[in-house]
């Protein structure tokens, strides 16, 4: 795996930071976390948006762009392994929990056969033609682990609500144009979207991101739908499993966060 050098902004932040969120719950299983250490972990955080204090609309957006843009990258063979830290089952160390199927399996069946897990870009990299490129196709923050049948299943489909049900992911639903995951993890989804929309902005050599309130985007730089996954952010708040995985990302791989994990109520103040 390989890493660019820590940023001086992360570095001078890693050190106060570096609490992890009690991993007590499964993926979307368990929506209790510490209240203590929630609160500890808020304080400890607050330094890294100082540049974003009291900003909202397009003005909190663009600063957020510029605090989460510094970030060290990972290559596409190296999320394989960061993966199996990231999404590690808190009750079975040896085991990930699939992100639609919210199944727990084991880190070692990751590939390419029907039952194996691999690498789902909830972006859909085709909306932006990035790829697998170092970036926006590898950047962990909305690379989760799936199960092979269900990541072709979800191809590259917008979000929306409605469907019929998917095999092998229990309350996910989908039909010719939109995908809909699973309650426990419907936050998450728009959350790790909302994400990228902000981080690439089109400044790096890569397409300009952006949340839209359609589907059918194919290979437009836009994801949908924007009024659904905001209900979803609200419905389905940030978990003790999420918000690990955001501290994990930010310790260990990019040193950089997801703020909507940290701040969900600037999802509003944006969109």
Do not use: C
Not at 47 to 74: F, R
Not at 87 to 100: E, F, G, H, R, S
Not at 194 to 219: H, I, P
């Amino acid at each position: 795996m390989r890493f660019s050098r820590l940023t001086p902004a992360a570095a001078g932040l890693a050190a106060i930071a570096l609490l992890a969120v009690p991993a007590t719950a499964s993926a979307g299983q368990e929506r209790t976390a510490a209240p203590h250490a929630a609160a500890t972990g808020s304080a400890a955080i607050e330094p890294y948006y100082a540049a974003a204090e009291g900003k909202t609309g397009a003005a909190l957006k663009s600063a957020l762009h510029t605090i989460i843009k510094a970030q060290s990258k990972v290559n596409y063979d190296g999320v394989w392994n960061a993966l199996k830290v990231t999404d590690q089952d808190p009750a079975n160390p040896n085991n990930v929990i699939l992100l639609y199927s919210g199944r727990s399996q084991s880190k070692s069946t990751n590939g390419g056969g029907a039952n194996d897990w691999n690498r789902e870009h909830v972006w859909a990299k085709s909306h932006g033609d990035f790829g697998t490129a170092t970036g926006p196709g590898t950047d962990l923050h909305h690379l989760r682990p799936e199960d092979v049948t269900v990541n072709s299943t979800r191809g590259n489909k917008d979000f929306d609500q409605g469907g019929s049900p998917v095999g092998e992911a229990p309350g996910s639903l989908t039909d010719s144009d939109s995908f809909e995951p699973r309650d426990a993890v419907k936050g998450d989804v728009a959350r790790m979207l909302l994400y990228m929309a902000v981080r690439y902005d089109g400044g790096d050599g890569f397409a300009n991101l952006e949340m839209n309130d359609k589907v059918n985007n194919g290979s437009a730089p836009a994801m949908g739908r924007i009024s659904v996954l905001k209900q979803w952010s609200q419905q389905d708040p940030p978990d003790a499993f999420e918000k690990r995985r955001n501290q994990v990302i930010f310790d260990s791989y990019q040193h950089n966060r997801n703020p909507f994990i940290d701040h969900p109520e600037w999802v509003a103040s944006i969109w």
